[in-house]
């Protein structure tokens, strides 16, 4: 009588388990065939692991794909919305790709957690809309981030920048305001746009010779890095430094001799040394037997955590319930604290990361370094670099 006792107990405790945890589902909208979609995806999955093994909260994904155009991703918003039914989503990379979701987002009004979508055109279109959540730094953060960067190249002797930007919104959104910071810097500036994905860079370039930049510059997408390493050093352009800013690099870029002393900007390395980076790279290394540069994957990780802790604390799936909890997170992440505040512009309510979370790395022996700034400087940059 007394095992059965035991026996009830246990199974009436367990029922208690499962009657106490709250279970959400949750679309992920995002570009998963590309370098950056697929470690934001893998970041995701993995931070849901850790909420669903904490055992009060259950996050199911229904995980589609953006394609990285609008044609597809508004389509997918909508099948999200209409027919598998949720009320919370995690997407939003590209900027132009968001930026057309901006008006499916307010028809439907998810609960809408940015990771990506850098470009201010993405903040002033999402300004009036209270459920969005906006995790990544602003463009003109990221500005701040490389005037800093650039000044250290001034006071090398740098002189003149040649900026190559893809010409959506992601690249040229703030191409203005970091033309006129150059400036300010003492730095002559020449940009050009391009169409990302284009592969044909050789025209530009060779405009660019006779203006004999010491850095060029270039704002676009991981396809475009291969062609303008290239290209670079067959028009014979030798600037002291080629500088990248794509929200991710290509698959196995460190591998080909032409990324060797490549420079560019990320919000996260594996080198990153406090305790959170290194429970991630723990975490992601037992799960997908690898470990990743891509920061794309840390920034997945964190939305999932964070998602988690709001749902647990309003113990609801109610959406607006469930943000109003989000709004008050604070935690340690890969990148450093997080907190959601007002964004510089105020266009953003919630905002979470800034410029402090980027560093700038450069590409030496087959692996990408932080050289910047120096108190996160794993090597010292190497300046100039041989192109």
Not at 350 to 362: A, C, D, T
Request: glycine residues 10%; hydrophobic residues 45%; proline residues 6%.
């Amino acid at each position: 009588m007394k095992k059965v006792l035991v026996v009830l107990l246990a199974v009436l405790g367990l029922a208690g388990l499962a009657l106490a945890q709250t279970t959400v589902r949750v679309g992920v909208l995002l570009p998963i065939s590309t370098v950056a979609g697929k470690a934001a995806l893998n970041g995701v999955q993995l931070g849901v692991d850790q909420v669903n093994a904490g055992g009060k909260v259950k996050i199911e994904l229904v995980v589609v794909d953006d394609g990285n155009a609008p044609a597809a991703a508004v389509p997918a918003l909508t099948k999200l919305m209409t027919v598998d039914r949720v009320d919370i989503v995690i997407g939003g990379l590209a900027s132009g790709v968001t930026f057309a979701l901006s008006g499916p987002v307010k028809q439907y009004n998810p609960l809408f957690l940015c990771i990506g979508a850098a470009s201010s055109v993405v903040e002033q279109a999402f300004s009036d809309y209270g459920r969005f959540f906006h995790y990544h730094p602003w463009d003109y953060h990221n500005v701040a981030a490389a005037l800093g960067f650039f000044k250290a190249l001034y006071d090398e002797g740098a002189r003149r920048v040649a900026i190559l930007y893809e010409d959506g919104p992601f690249g040229s959104a703030g191409i203005q305001t970091y033309r006129q910071q150059l400036q300010n810097q003492g730095y002559t500036v020449q940009a050009e746009p391009f169409k990302s994905g284009s592969g044909s860079f050789t025209a530009i370039l060779t405009r660019f010779k006779s203006f004999r930049p010491d850095i060029l510059y270039w704002i676009g997408y991981d396809v475009d890095a291969l062609p303008i390493a290239a290209q670079t050093r067959q028009v014979g352009l030798e600037p002291k430094l080629i500088y990248g800013a794509p929200p991710a690099w290509p698959l196995g870029f460190e591998k080909n001799s032409l990324s060797n002393d490549v420079a560019g900007m990320t919000a996260w390395l594996p080198s990153v040394s406090n305790s959170e980076s290194r429970r991630f790279v723990t975490l992601y290394r037992r799960k997908y037997g690898e470990v990743t540069d891509e920061y794309m994957a840390p920034m997945g990780y964190v939305i999932a955590l964070s998602l988690g802790r709001a749902v647990e604390a309003a113990n609801s799936t109610d959406k607006d319930r469930i943000a109003a909890e989000l709004a008050k997170v604070q935690m340690d992440t890969p990148f450093g604290p997080l907190a959601f505040k007002p964004s510089d512009t105020g266009r953003t309510r919630f905002q979470g990361f800034n410029q402090s979370i980027w560093l700038q790395f450069q590409y030496l022996e087959g692996s990408r370094r932080p050289v910047f700034p120096a108190n996160r400087a794993a090597r010292p940059l190497r300046f100039p670099g041989n192109y």
